[in-house]
């Protein structure tokens, strides 16, 4: 479950993804997508073999594992992208549901993370200033209240910034590999994230150890303030997730 309060509505701009999405063939393969940046571009915070491993051998096992699902299902047709996906498990059958789920997440949330990240620095935009400081007092109060999820979630799992309908933000965060546009699969709280930490100890474990209230705290200076006022925009304007 998501760990917020669940508003009822669901989001009818996510559901028109995958409705809207033609059916082919044959279910596409997905592929690894390429980090923006190079391994050491996120040093000192995160280091090169971290940001190796996680990318390059996490992530791409969440990529063949999901493809594996698609193949092993072959009278479910999808050439949409994850983010169709994941925002309509209910139309994946049941047989693979749940690897889809949690290898679709894991491609999904992954490319997020990543895009949400950079050595470049940046600030918010007005707009997404003035909603933390509704929400949360300001942007210092948005960090310290998304680094506290992070260190609560308890196992391995994400924090998140999420974009309400109401255009109101919110933290929350989830366990394993799902995330907010799971809809009813994490509790329906109709919401569009727009920036998240990933909480799995292969995210930090060889940097921090078992320090993970480090890395949640330094991981502020990577943040691309640009890219989630960017989301901000588009999760208030047009409804939509973008990575
Ligand atoms: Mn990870």
């Not at 993804?17 to 571009?41: C, F, H, I, N, W």
């Not at 009813?184 to 727009?194: E, K, L």
């Amino acid at each position: 479950m998501l760990s917020i309060l669940a508003t009822a509505a669901a989001f009818p701009a996510l559901r028109a993804v995958s409705a809207q999405t033609p059916k082919k063939e044959k279910t596409m393969q997905y592929t690894l997508t390429p980090l923006d940046y190079g391994r050491k571009a996120l040093e000192p915070w995160i280091d090169a073999e971290t940001v190796g491993y996680h990318h390059d051998k996490h992530q791409a096992a969440y990529v063949a594992n999901l493809n594996a699902a698609l193949d092993s299902e072959p009278s479910f047709k999808y050439d949409g992208d994850v983010c169709g996906l994941i925002s309509d498990l209910e139309s994946v059958p049941e047989k693979i549901r749940t690897a889809v789920r949690n290898n679709g997440g894991g491609v999904w949330n992954h490319e997020f993370y990543w895009k949400g990240l950079s050595p470049k620095k940046s600030e918010p935009s007005a707009a997404l200033e003035n909603a933390a400081k509704k929400s949360f007092g300001g942007v210092d109060g948005l960090k310290k209240l998304m680094s506290e999820a992070s260190v609560k979630q308890f196992g391995s799992g994400w924090a998140w910034l999420i974009v309400n309908p109401d255009g109101s933000l919110k933290i929350a965060s989830t366990p394993n590999q799902d995330n907010p546009l799971m809809g009813a699969y994490v509790g329906a709280c109709g919401c569009i994230p727009i920036l998240t930490i990933d909480v799995w100890e292969h995210a930090y474990y060889l940097k921090y150890k078992n320090l993970r209230a480090e890395y949640a705290k330094n991981i502020w200076n990577l943040v691309d303030w640009k890219r989630v006022s960017e989301r901000y925009e588009s999760a208030v304007d047009a409804k939509k997730p973008l990575v």
